[in-house]
């Protein structure tokens, strides 16, 4: 039976929880407004006077999932490290994001498999990624002003390369278990993976390699 609220804040939060279900489970063309308003325990009137559509409840999906993701990766927050260690917690924040949430992974597949058509409505993704960039090339000037990092590093084609290898182990982790032999879904392996990809990221960062080995042990301890 649906249920009213005296809450639209609460309200909404219950039918975009169960519509990033929905969608990261069978995608846009199989998700039912219908099932979406039924699990949130709301007619689906209300759904619409909320999102308006299908795709607007698709689109709001898309943006709570941003959100998310990006509170998790503190980048913020790791202004304060020194840069190599802000470097590692970056990568390690990332991964975490991601790993801890799997509905994400799904429906940014399925915007993909949109070339980006409902992403680009919202006009909301430049506003969450902006202040990330931003951090970046804070760390990245910081290194340098240090001597540890060397010069003109891109801070989005960093971003995309530590992401794009965080994102890809998860993404893919069943099908390259089967390729590869090997399990992939252990905290071991994820370890191990999230271990490999910092030091490729700092290795490419860093001006003189030898200055990993001085701040390994603080940045383990600092992450």
Not at 15 to 41: C, N, T, Y
Not at 70 to 95: G, W, Y
Not at 106 to 127: A, C, F, P, T
């Amino acid at each position: 039976m649906a249920q009213r609220s005296g809450d639209p804040a609460r309200v909404r939060e219950k039918i975009l929880k169960q519509a990033i279900e929905e969608f990261s489970r069978i995608g846009l063309e199989g998700a039912r407004v219908d099932r979406i308003a039924e699990r949130s325990r709301v007619s689906k009137n209300m759904l619409y006077y909320y999102f308006k559509s299908k795709e607007g409840l698709f689109i709001a999906a898309l943006d709570r999932t941003y959100e998310q993701l990006r509170e998790q990766q503190k980048d913020i927050s790791i202004r304060a490290s020194d840069p190599l260690v802000a470097m590692q917690q970056l990568v390690q924040h990332t991964f975490r994001a991601f790993e801890n949430n799997p509905h994400a992974i799904r429906l940014m597949n399925e915007e993909n498999k949109h070339r980006g058509k409902y992403l680009r409505k919202s006009g909301q993704i430049r506003y969450l990624y902006t202040p990330l960039v931003e951090t970046i090339q804070f760390i990245l000037e910081r290194g340098r002003s240090d001597g540890i990092f060397r010069a003109s590093i891109d801070a989005r084609l960093l971003y995309m390369t530590l992401s794009s290898l965080c994102y890809h182990y998860l993404s893919n982790q069943y099908t390259l278990e089967i390729a590869l032999g090997r399990d992939l879904t252990s905290e071991k392996s994820r370890q191990e993976w999230l271990d490999h990809v910092t030091n490729l990221v700092l290795l490419h960062c860093v001006s003189d390699p030898t200055a990993m080995i001085a701040t390994d042990k603080k940045a383990r301890t600092a992450c």
